[in-house]
């Protein structure tokens, strides 16, 4: 039997399009935890680096987003820019499931290293990246990176940077 897109419960992971702009945005201003940019960054986000990003659908709805980049200096390493999972979705490996779809694709076929930063506080995404690199039996590095004096606005924490890999791509399974 094949899968419809009405079927409860089933995770649809796709290369978003501008059409999902909207969404995204508001996807990322629920979390209420991630930098919300304006949502003209979120239609250029899903328009122009649709490759190296990822949205999830569940009947119907915008569960999941992962925007990612190739680094200009180091073709080698995808930057995850902002990973967003729905509260509904959350706790059961949704996150990890959109990074490893993400690596087994053909514009990350270059990819041996997973970057991105995240702050002190944002115990989730710490868990997600630190994971990650055990679940791939390779090493995470976790170095200073931004400090909140780099920030124009008083109060924004300092940024980690979190460094995994190298990645073996067997090792990546893609479920979902």
Known sequence: MTKTREQEGVHYFRKPTKEDGADVWELIK??????????????????????TSI??????????????????????????????VDESERGNGLATRM?????????????????????????ASQQLFKGLAKKLNTK??????????????????????FKIGPIQKDKITVEG
């Open 140 to 161: 995470c590095v976790i170095h200073d990176y931004f400090t909140s004096d780099d920030f124009p606005k008083e109060g924004h924490e300092d940024e980690l940077l």
């Open 55 to 84: 949205v999830v659908e569940r009947e119907g709805n915008k569960v999941g987003f992962i925007s990612g980049f190739i680094h200009p200096d180091q073709p080698d390493t995808l930057f995850i820019w902002q990973v967003a």
């Open 30 to 51: 629920q979390t209420g935890v991630l930098d919300l940019n304006s949502s003209y960054s979120y239609l250029m986000w899903c328009e122009i680096f649709s490759e």
């Open 99 to 123: 990074l490893y779809q993400l690596l087994k694709r053909e514009g990350c076929e270059e990819v041996d290293n997973v970057e991105a930063t995240v702050s002190p506080s944002n115990k």
